[in-house]
């Protein structure tokens, strides 16, 4: 019964805020975090997807959206290219090692996740103006 209501809850939230999914041939993905629901809603199932990035900027950490992103492969093959998202991505794949590479006001950040296929990373993507930021990951 709690399942049932979770799952209800997950629907209601789906229908009521602007979020984007899909699945490809390679991954799964869920793109969002505008607004206090869509951020909750997106936090309560976070444990779904091995991989959470979020993106953010200044000395607040404000939130950025219409980032473009791309996630290769240990071997260098695409399997995530998104023109536009943010300031929420939470991405399905399996174990392995990622490379993710995002773009803000024409500064570049990338930064490795290796996925063990049993706990969820976070990785936090900000900048501060110059091109030698830090990308944190967070085992959770």
């Known amino acids: 019964m709690k399942r049932l209501s979770s799952l ?4 209601a939230l789906f229908t009521a805020v602007p979020l984007s999914h899909a699945e490809d041939t390679s991954c ?8 206090e629901g869509d951020q909750a809603m997106m936090r309560h199932i976070a444990k779904e997807f091995p ?3 979020e993106f953010s900027e200044g000395e607040h950490g404000a939130f950025l959206t ?12 695409v399997v995530l290219n998104l023109p536009d ?3 929420m991505l939470y991405v399905h794949l ?24 049993k706990h969820s990373k976070q990785v936090i ?7 030698d930021e830090v990308t944190k990951e967070q085992d959770e």
């Open 8 to 11: 209800m809850l997950a629907l």
């Open 28 to 35: 799964r993905y869920l793109n969002g975090g505008i607004g």
């Open 51 to 53: 991989l959470r990035i």
């Open 66 to 77: 219409d980032i473009p992103v791309t996630i290769k492969d240990q071997h260098g093959k």
């Open 85 to 87: 998202v943010g300031p």
């Open 94 to 117: 399996p174990k392995g090692q990622y490379t993710i590479r995002a773009v803000s006001d024409n500064v570049a950040q990338s930064g490795k996740v290796t996925l063990d296929g």
């Open 125 to 131: 993507l900000h900048w501060k103006g110059a091109p």
